[in-house]
T-cell receptor, first 112, second 114 residues
Framework: QQQVKQSPQSLIVQKGGISIINCAYE??????FPWYQQFPGKGPALLIA?????SEKKEGRFTISFNKSAKQFSLHIMDSQPGDSATYFC???????????FGPGTRLSVLP | EPEVTQTPSHQVTQMGQEVILRCVPI?????FYWYRQILGQKVEFLVS????????KSEIFDDQFSVERPDGSNFTLKIRSTKLEDSAMYFC????????????FGPGTRLTVT
């Protein structure tokens, strides 16, 4: 129940396309859902996050869509660029604990 | 922009040795974390630390591990008697608060146990 599932495992998108990464969870106590971007050899960097009281959050080219009833959330990257090529992790935090549960990651490659 | 720093960037040690990984969290943050990432795998929570004590730890964080905040700026992870399977990237993170406070990660220490 503490797992966060993430798909796809890898994604190849053409420059200018839309990248979509999906995550699902079981634990209804989760109430904070961030996305992290990680470049090789670097630490995860917070990209965007959402709480369950909203269904969508947009920051620049990055949008989180959240479906509370389905316990799913997704990251959309509009106008994908080669510089977006990285591994993306969704994560979840419950309102009791302090530790994030990370998804297994999606390796995104944006072709020029 | 304030950032979490970690030293060393790469640590090579022999099996059975003790290692100390060091982190300097963002200065006004109160919550500190260690995570581990085995090569090519997901990030795994190890421990969280607040008010000079462990607030939560995972199953991975057994008696082999300990954390300490020896002074007002450093946060350390000690691994006693290292094993081959401890080889991983270790990330420190800090946040200003709980309840989903944004966690900022350091660049990591690559630990190689031979």
């Amino acid at each position: 129940q503490q797992q966060v599932k993430q798909s796809p495992q890898s994604l190849i998108v053409q420059k200018g396309g839309i990248s979509i990464i999906n995550c699902a969870y079981e634990n209804t106590a989760f109430d904070y859902f961030p996305w992290y971007q990680q470049f090789p050899g670097k630490g995860p960097a917070l990209l965007i996050a959402i709480r369950p009281d909203v269904s969508e959050k947009k920051e620049g080219r990055f949008t989180i869509s959240f479906n509370k009833s389905a316990k799913q959330f997704s990251l959309h990257i509009m106008d994908s660029q080669p510089g977006d090529s990285a591994t993306y992790f969704c994560a979840a935090l419950d309102n009791y604990g302090q530790n994030f549960v990370f998804g297994p990651g999606t390796r995104l490659s944006v072709l020029p | 922009e304030p950032e979490v720093t970690q030293t060393p960037s790469h640590q090579v040690t022999q099996m059975g040795q003790e290692v100390i990984l060091r982190c300097v969290p963002i200065s006004n943050h109160l919550y500190f974390y260690w995570y581990r990432q085995i090569l090519g795998q997901k990030v795994e929570f190890l421990v969280s630390f607040y008010n000079n004590e462990i607030s939560e730890k995972s199953e991975i964080f057994d008696d082999q591990f300990s954390v300490e905040r020896p002074d007002g700026s450093n946060f350390t992870l000690k691994i006693r008697s290292t094993k081959l399977e401890d080889s991983a990237m270790y990330f420190c993170a800090s946040s200003s608060g709980t309840g989903g406070g944004e966690q900022y990660f350091g660049p990591g220490t690559r630990l190689t146990v031979t």
